[in-house]
């Protein structure tokens, strides 16, 4: 079964840093995609925010290897991404203010409820704050969804 999911950049990071706590359960998230069991829609700019991510916790040669790698996703249409126009700042503008949230975050959660998309993030602050506006997934439910054996 197939089934589309907006992914936060906290899955990114978690798959790509070793020693990560949720590295396991975001191995088995991008192991889906690669399966086609998962379609992944993200906002342009969680490349940006993983990579910055990565080269703080890790090294900015990390880095610069999750980036070619999520490169090399996109090409492959892997991960589909939502271009920001002025329209989807608006939106995240208002979301960051309503919903008192951080600017990367109210952008990824404008994606998700816009393409009506279930969030998965590890970002729990983050997923408390989204389930007001649209669906969130805990990521080991997408997961356990995707595998009902696991």
Request: with cysteine.
């Amino acid at each position: 079964m197939m089934i589309e999911a907006t992914l936060d950049s906290s899955v990114f990071v978690s798959a790509f840093v070793k020693g990560e706590e949720h590295r396991p359960t975001a191995s088995v998230i991008i192991k889906r995609m690669f399966d086609g069991k998962l379609r992944v829609v993200t906002s342009v700019i969680v490349p940006v925010e993983v990579c910055g991510a990565i080269a703080r916790r890790a090294s900015p040669e990390a880095a610069r290897k999750a980036m070619t790698q999520i490169r090399k996703w996109g090409d492959l249409k892997l991960i589909n991404y939502s271009e920001l126009t002025e329209d989807r700042s608006r939106e995240s503008a208002e979301l960051a203010l309503s919903l008192r949230l951080k600017g990367m975050d109210a952008i990824v959660i404008q994606v998700s409820k816009e393409m009506k998309s279930p969030l998965v993030t590890f970002d729990q602050e983050m997923a408390k704050r989204a389930r007001t506006v649209t669906t969130v997934l805990e990521p080991a439910a997408l997961t356990s969804e995707l595998n009902p054996d696991q």
